[in-house]
């Protein structure tokens, strides 16, 4: 009896399976050589082809704000920086197989971010090329080009391709939801020394206030997760949906998300939700009748009680709100007071050197060599606290992180993207499918205030330029399919119906 050609694949597929199998398996024989673990990767990624081509946009979306490193590359990358490059690339491998995979970008955001793009690589190859402590060099700073070129790479990988409108609130809900990943840097801390090695895939510094020898015991990676819960509930319910009757719990929730938020001792976080907040209330056109007077209710509610309460507080929430006049333990208040004093100082020696990079950007390359004798004689006392943060170039303000690195050239890229992205974000606000209503509020609401906050009170260029890029890249990549479809409606000679401004955002069932 013979075999038929027809039923030779799944013995095929058997056989190589086997063969898979103990290659891998003499590998792990000895699984500290360092060949062995590039070769168990290699044989992973080429397994894993199938489902990357297909899931890779998703997987983009969910890494941005998950803090998980590449522990197998040297310098421990954030992971979404490896997979912006993977995802761009299968993009690509899927329109040369087939034109009508061509990608979807929109140049409008696209040209300023490739001409920051050009920015980037020209200054760092004439301050000092692409320096980088993990390879060995004198000058560091390297990883920091690493991330803005990702960041730019993110944006056309995730815009690349529309988004079905059915996946629409799984990939918007993914994007904020993986800031959840964010808790286990401080539940490995807790777990003790046995665990630390998973530092090697979590963020440790998510966990730098545990250890810590302060008297203010400080939660970022707790503080993170609470971020990314309140910004789902607004995403999905909105200001309207939060306060709802028929919804009683959801108020309740968000109002524990912020408790816990505080838990990190960030004045930032309340300043943040509460520029969040006002853009949201706007956007939801919400300042007009009974939400305005609950408004002002739940406000002084707030303030009462926080006044009758606030020096019995754990001493980490207390100094998140160190920044309202009320009064707080002396603890709290002069922790935050020492952080603001050697800002300040060090912004006043920075500012005068702005006109000396205009031209030509100071780059993120600094001397090794400088910064650890800097450091060490900043631990001594011998010089300044923020003497050493001048050197590495974070200097703790967004605009500075953007126009000392690159110039005003890299400042007006950026500028030039920021109100491109804003205005395609605004655009989908206006003219998106209502029942994308509460994505295109909230993405438009957060990319405002983020941006309002980066420019005016606290960033860092290279860390939080993802956030913009991914931000508008996800709401085109949603309205992409919705877009095309106004377009093609126009072009048949029927309009769809457009949901003017004043017009309800979201939802309350």
């Given at each position: 009896?013979?075999?038929?050609?027809?039923?030779?694949?799944?013995?095929?597929?058997?056989?190589?399976?086997?063969?898979?199998?103990?290659?891998?398996?003499?590998?792990?024989?000895?699984?500290?050589?360092?060949?062995?673990?590039?070769?168990?990767?290699?044989?992973?990624?080429?397994?894993?082809?199938?489902?990357?081509?297909?899931?890779?946009?998703?997987?983009?979306?969910?890494?941005?704000?998950?803090?998980?490193?590449?522990?197998?590359?040297?310098?421990?990358?954030?992971?979404?920086?490896?997979?912006?490059?993977?995802?761009?690339?299968?993009?690509?491998l899927a329109w040369a197989l087939n034109e009508r995979n061509r990608p979807q970008w929109d140049m409008k955001v696209g040209w300023p971010l490739l001409v920051l793009l050009a920015v980037v690589i020209v200054t760092a190859q004439m301050r000092g090329g692409l320096g980088s402590k993990v390879l060995g060099s004198g000058s560091w700073g390297g990883m920091r080009y690493v991330l803005v070129m990702s960041a730019i790479v993110a944006y056309f990988a995730i815009s690349a391709r529309s988004i079905h409108p059915g996946a629409a609130t799984r990939f918007s809900s993914v994007y904020f939801l993986s800031g959840l990943v964010s808790i286990i840097s401080n539940l490995i801390f807790i777990a003790g020394p046995s665990?630390?090695?998973?530092?090697?895939?979590?963020?440790?510094?998510?966990?730098?206030?545990?250890?810590?020898?302060?008297?203010?015991?400080?939660?970022?990676?707790?503080?993170?997760?609470?971020?990314?819960?309140?910004?789902?509930?607004?995403?999905?319910?909105?200001?309207?949906?939060?306060?709802?009757?028929?919804?009683?719990?959801?108020?309740?929730?968000?109002?524990?998300?912020?408790?816990?938020?505080?838990?990190?001792?960030?004045?930032?976080?309340?300043?943040?939700?509460?520029?969040?907040?006002?853009?949201?209330?706007?956007?939801?056109?919400?300042?007009?009748?009974?939400?305005?007077?609950?408004?002002?209710?739940?406000?002084?509610?707030?303030?009462?009680?926080?006044?009758?309460?606030?020096?019995?507080?754990?001493?980490?929430?207390?100094?998140?709100?160190?920044?309202?006049?009320?009064?707080?333990?002396?603890?709290?208040?002069?922790?935050?007071?020492?952080?603001?004093?050697?800002?300040?100082?060090?912004?006043?020696?920075?500012?005068?050197?702005?006109?000396?990079?205009?031209?030509?950007?100071?780059?993120?390359?600094?001397?090794?060599?400088?910064?650890?004798?800097?450091?060490?004689?900043?631990?001594?006392?011998?010089?300044?606290?923020?003497?050493?943060?001048?050197?590495?170039?974070?200097?703790?303000?967004?605009?500075?992180?953007?126009?000392?690195?690159?110039?005003?050239?890299?400042?007006?890229?950026?500028?030039?993207?920021?109100?491109?992205?804003?205005?395609?974000?605004?655009?989908?606000?206006?003219?998106?499918?209502?029942?994308?209503?509460?994505?295109?509020?909230?993405?438009?609401?957060?990319?405002?205030?983020?941006?309002?906050?980066?420019?005016?009170?606290?960033?860092?260029?290279?860390?939080?330029?993802?956030?913009?890029?991914?931000?508008?890249?996800?709401?085109?990549?949603?309205?992409?399919?919705?877009?095309?479809?106004?377009?093609?409606?126009?072009?048949?000679?029927?309009?769809?119906?457009?949901?003017?401004?004043?017009?309800?955002?979201?939802?309350?069932?």
């Amino acid at each position: 009896m013979s075999i038929r050609t027809a039923n030779l694949g799944p013995l095929v597929a058997l056989g190589v399976s086997a063969l898979i199998a103990i290659l891998l398996g003499v590998a792990l024989a000895n699984p500290q050589n360092a060949q062995t673990i590039l070769g168990l990767g290699a044989t992973l990624g080429v397994l894993l082809i199938p489902w990357l081509m297909k899931h890779h946009q998703l997987l983009l979306v969910a890494l941005i704000n998950a803090p998980i490193d590449t522990f197998f590359f040297p310098g421990r990358p954030d992971l979404w920086a490896f997979v912006s490059f993977l995802s761009l690339g299968a993009s690509l491998l899927a329109w040369a197989l087939n034109e009508r995979n061509r990608p979807q970008w929109d140049m409008k955001v696209g040209w300023p971010l490739l001409v920051l793009l050009a920015v980037v690589i020209v200054t760092a190859q004439m301050r000092g090329g692409l320096g980088s402590k993990v390879l060995g060099s004198g000058s560091w700073g390297g990883m920091r080009y690493v991330l803005v070129m990702s960041a730019i790479v993110a944006y056309f990988a995730i815009s690349a391709r529309s988004i079905h409108p059915g996946a629409a609130t799984r990939f918007s809900s993914v994007y904020f939801l993986s800031g959840l990943v964010s808790i286990i840097s401080n539940l490995i801390f807790i777990a003790g020394p046995s665990f630390f090695f998973l530092f090697s895939i979590f963020s440790y510094e998510l966990a730098f206030f545990q250890f810590s020898e302060g008297t203010i015991q400080r939660y970022t990676g707790l503080a993170w997760a609470a971020a990314a819960g309140i910004n789902w509930m607004l995403l999905r319910y909105g200001i309207r949906g939060l306060t709802s009757f028929e919804r009683f719990w959801r108020l309740p929730l968000f109002g524990a998300l912020l408790g816990i938020g505080l838990m990190g001792g960030f004045r930032s976080t309340l300043v943040l939700l509460i520029v969040l907040l006002a853009f949201q209330f706007i956007f939801e056109r919400l300042y007009k009748g009974r939400h305005l007077v609950g408004l002002v209710g739940v406000i002084v509610l707030t303030l009462a009680l926080l006044i009758a309460v606030g020096d019995r507080l754990p001493l980490s929430i207390q100094r998140s709100l160190t920044f309202l006049p009320i009064e707080f333990s002396p603890i709290a208040r002069e922790d935050a007071r020492s952080t603001w004093e050697w800002r300040a100082e060090m912004w006043k020696v920075v500012i005068p050197e702005v006109p000396k990079y205009l031209l030509l950007g100071k780059g993120f390359s600094y001397s090794a060599t400088d910064f650890y004798l800097t450091s060490l004689a900043v631990s001594q006392g011998s010089l300044a606290a923020y003497e050493d943060t001048l050197i590495s170039g974070n200097y703790h303000q967004g605009i500075l992180t953007l126009i000392i690195p690159f110039g005003l050239p890299g400042f007006l890229a950026f500028a030039w993207f920021a109100a491109a992205g804003w205005w395609v974000l605004f655009t989908n606000y206006r003219r998106g499918r209502p029942e994308f209503n509460h994505i295109n509020t909230f993405l438009l609401s957060y990319y405002s205030a983020r941006l309002l906050f980066y420019l005016t009170l606290y960033g860092q260029f290279d860390l939080d330029l993802i956030i913009f890029t991914s931000c508008v890249a996800l709401g085109k990549a949603i309205n992409g399919q919705a877009h095309q479809a106004a377009t093609d409606a126009r072009s048949k000679g029927t309009v769809e119906p457009v949901r003017r401004l004043g017009e309800p955002a979201i939802a309350t069932g």
